[in-house]
């Protein structure tokens, strides 16, 4: 950078600071786009700069900046040290430097302390001086435009915030699923419980399954009100009764129908995080995953390796001792 030397006339004034300290680092490289002198008699001391970095800061003097021309992330970076020269594309000196900062709203003023010690100077709008930070929150300010958007009826929502309704749609949907499939389930518990066939281990088996998925649909429904959603329950799906198969037996042909309800209750939950990803729903997504998904990779494995088993034992008496095996292994659990 090619070093332009210009020299600023500065009066000091008695002023109620905010004082912040900064590494003498983050002056190299600043701009100046403008210079001024006064000849007020009260100003008796200059401030020599280049545009390279600042050779001298008497402690008396002090640099004005129109602080227009910062933007907040910039002002972040002066506080936080870091180097000048990409903070400041346009830097220009106030229109009246001698005035007093509470008759000057919104000035920034670089000076040197006592110790040597660089430090940035600020005063805010109506003489109320406070330090810049980094990013600047005004609550009362940006809450306004909410405070429109609270509905007055009592029909509507409080709760919902960024939450459209195709995932409303979506997670109505998931709900009628997680009913249909704990129906069927409770089907079969009440057909391997019968007096004739008498499967006790997979009798208990399906109506842990049953109670688990209608736990699901209820923590579906929890989600859908805390969102600010509507639960709306749909028809279910009047399920089989008889679960007797002549080639595959009831045990295999029940298992294998729980592991395709698996997969599919497994697809289901897929596209609600589809829906949820296409509609930037982060929070929708991250409960499916984090909720369902897993646990759904889980299910699937333990069935399809009860799959596996019944087909290994056939129809004889290695259903039996399958069914005892899940009868003593649920109960040991």
Known sequence: MRS???EFSFCSASLSYSLSPVNSSLLQGLRIHRKFTANSPSCSRSLRIQSSRFRSIPSSSALILDPMSLEASRISSLLKGDSGGALFPRLSPASSPFLPCSAKPSTVRLARGKNGQLLVVCA????????LSGVVFEPFEEVKKELDLVPASPHLSLARQKYCDPCESAVNEQINVEYNVSYVYHAMYAYFDRDNVALKGLAKFFKESS?????????????QNKRGGRVKLR?????LSEFDHEDKGEALYAMELALCLEKLTNEKLLNLQKVAEQNHDVQLMDFIESRFLAEQVESIKKISEYVAQLRRVGKGHGVWHFDQMLLHEEAAA
Do not use: C, F, T, W
């Open 211 to 223: 109670e688990e998925e209608r736990e699901h649909a209820e923590i579906l429904m929890e989600y």
């Open 4 to 6: 332009d030397a210009r």
């Open 235 to 239: 028809s279910i799906v009047m399920p």
């Open 124 to 131: 805010s709008k109506g003489g109320s001086n406070r330090q």
